[in-house]
């Protein structure tokens, strides 16, 4: 007889599985800025890309192993050209990318004995930063809409937290960048990554900008040249807030003086004198008064008359 799995437990240990292969990766981050959507993701290589086109204005990045999320982007493409063709090129849809993805991989996770390690990231640009969609899916098949930034792949939480103290709505190119790599930068398991350069990331943009196709990546020249524009706005916000330190404790500092002379000052000041301690009493005191009782010296009261 073959030994017997409960299907609980096999989800769960398929679950466990995808897990820990996925977390072996480096996490991407996609995010809205005010021109479109930036995508970054630390990749040395210059030939296995993570980040990619699937239509007119629409992107893919994934986390996990290489071979199986370019079956799934090759998948993808396959499935918005022949959609565009047979209806339309606005019908093909980040959600409906999204949705054919969800249920691709919900089959395989529930059928395979081997689940898919990846994670996938669907972004599609609109004409304005409100139809701007960021779709979210995991090895099992779930999907989140995410409304502004997204982290996913490797420690996604940690670097989810620390994206999140630093986006905003309408971030410029910069500033989203400077954001994406704080938070790519961002310590996992006790250790400080170090700081990204050129030659180990990806990146590219959805650029509302551009007509038709809309994707374009960031290559050595200006990725080197948004690099030193994010350092340069960090030393600049670093100075300015170690100015405002400098100020607030010189302040602090000037009203301790303050209170210090105050205080000096209290105590120099004699203190002025009560009250009831320098006025006079009223009237004459009975052992000092020169009236007699009225009876003579030695005398006793007189007694009543007979």
Same mark, same amino acid.
């Given at each position: 007889?073959?030994?017997?799995?409960?299907?609980?437990?096999?989800?769960?240990?398929?679950?466990?599985?995808?897990?820990?292969?996925? =977390?072996?990766?480096?996490?991407?981050?996609?995010?809205?800025?005010?021109?479109?959507?930036?995508?970054?993701?630390?990749?040395?290589?210059? =030939?296995?890309?993570?980040?990619?086109?699937?239509?007119?204005?629409?992107? %893919?990045?994934?986390?996990?192993?290489?071979?199986?999320?370019?079956?799934?982007?090759?998948?993808?493409? &396959?499935?918005?050209?022949?959609?565009?063709?047979?209806?339309?090129?606005?019908?093909?849809?980040?959600?409906?990318?999204?949705?054919?993805?969800?249920?691709?991989?919900?089959?395989?996770?529930?059928?395979?004995?081997?689940?898919?390690?990846?994670?996938?990231?669907?972004?599609?640009?609109?004409?304005?930063?409100?139809?701007?969609?960021?779709?979210?899916? &995991?090895?099992?098949?779930?999907?989140?809409?995410?409304?502004? %930034?997204?982290?996913?792949?490797?420690?996604?939480?940690?670097?989810?937290?620390?994206?999140?103290?630093?986006?905003?709505?309408?971030?410029?190119?910069?500033?989203? %960048?400077?954001?994406?790599?704080?938070?790519?930068?961002?310590?996992?398991?006790?250790?400080?990554?170090?700081?990204?350069?050129?030659?180990?990331?990806?990146?590219?943009?959805?650029?509302?900008?551009?007509?038709?196709?809309?994707?374009?990546?960031?290559?050595?020249?200006?990725?080197?040249?948004?690099?030193?524009?994010?350092?340069?706005?960090?030393?600049?916000?670093?100075?300015?807030?170690?100015?405002? /330190?400098?100020?607030?404790?010189?302040?602090?500092?000037?009203? /301790?003086? /303050?209170?210090? =002379?105050?205080?000096?000052?209290?105590?120099?000041?004699?203190?002025?004198?009560?009250?009831?301690?320098?006025?006079?009493?009223?009237?004459?005191?009975?052992?000092?008064?020169?009236?007699?009782?009225?009876?003579?010296?030695?005398?006793?009261?007189?007694?009543?008359?007979?």
């Amino acid at each position: 007889m073959p030994f017997y799995v409960s299907p609980e437990q096999s989800m769960r240990d398929k679950a466990d599985y995808a897990r820990k292969g996925i =977390a072996r990766g480096r996490s991407c981050v996609a995010l809205k800025y005010a021109g479109g959507i930036l995508m970054v993701a630390p990749n040395p290589s210059r =030939a296995l890309h993570k980040i990619s086109e699937i239509y007119d204005r629409i992107a %893919f990045a994934a986390v996990g192993r290489y071979n199986e999320y370019e079956n799934l982007r090759k998948a993808g493409v &396959t499935y918005a050209d022949i959609t565009g063709y047979q209806y339309d090129r606005v019908d093909v849809t980040a959600r409906g990318i999204a949705n054919w993805y969800v249920q691709a991989l919900g089959t395989i996770f529930t059928e395979s004995n081997k689940p898919f390690e990846v994670e996938i990231v669907v972004a599609e640009i609109g004409l304005q930063s409100a139809d701007d969609q960021i779709y979210r899916i &995991t090895f099992d098949g779930s999907v989140s809409d995410e409304p502004g %930034f997204v982290a996913f792949g490797g420690q996604a939480e940690q670097v989810s937290t620390a994206l999140k103290e630093r986006y905003r709505e309408g971030l410029s190119l910069v500033e989203a %960048f400077g954001a994406a790599l704080a938070a790519l930068a961002a310590p996992s398991n006790g250790e400080q990554r170090p700081d990204a350069v050129a030659a180990q990331l990806e990146v590219a943009v959805l650029d509302r900008a551009r007509d038709h196709r809309t994707f374009r990546r960031i290559r050595a020249a200006r990725l080197e040249e948004l690099i030193g524009e994010v350092r340069a706005a960090d030393q600049k916000a670093a100075e300015a807030a170690a100015a405002e /330190a400098a100020a607030a404790e010189a302040a602090a500092a000037e009203a /301790a003086a /303050a209170e210090a =002379a105050e205080a000096a000052k209290a105590a120099e000041t004699p203190a002025e004198p009560d009250p009831a301690d320098s006025e006079p009493s009223v009237g004459p005191d009975a052992a000092d008064s020169d009236r007699g009782s009225g009876l003579p010296d030695g005398g006793d009261a007189p007694s009543s008359p007979l």
